[in-house]
């Protein structure tokens, strides 16, 4: 294995746990807020799945697509860099 492959795997692996983090925060989240619902009684699980868990998780998925392509994009320059050198 040459050494620009293994720092696109590394860069890969590195890009996939960062872009998990937005992931798990908007699910968290919004485990929060359908939380509060619960203890306020009132639970309707259409309106906390629409109103609070969709927004949050759709925009931390686009954070999370942005993360990894932004790591994927600099391991593919580094391993330029590496292999035109």
């Given at each position: 294995?040459?050494?620009?492959?293994?720092?696109?795997?590394?860069?890969?692996?590195?890009?996939?746990?960062?872009?998990?983090?937005?992931?798990?925060?908007?699910?968290?989240?919004?485990?929060?807020?359908?939380?509060?619902?619960?203890?306020?009684?009132?639970i309707d699980w259409l309106t906390i799945v629409i109103n609070e868990l969709?927004?949050?998780?759709?925009?931390?998925?686009?954070?999370?697509?942005?993360?990894?392509?932004?790591?994927?994009?600099?391991?593919?320059?580094?391993?330029?860099?590496?292999?035109?050198?």
């Amino acid at each position: 294995m040459s050494t620009a492959d293994r720092i696109s795997r590394g860069f890969h692996r590195l890009g996939l746990i960062y872009a998990a983090i937005p992931v798990l925060a908007g699910i968290y989240d919004a485990y929060e807020s359908a939380r509060h619902f619960e203890q306020q009684r009132t639970i309707d699980w259409l309106t906390i799945v629409i109103n609070e868990l969709l927004p949050r998780l759709g925009l931390s998925l686009l954070l999370a697509f942005f993360v990894y392509g932004l790591f994927r994009a600099v391991g593919l320059f580094v391993c330029d860099l590496i292999t035109y050198r």
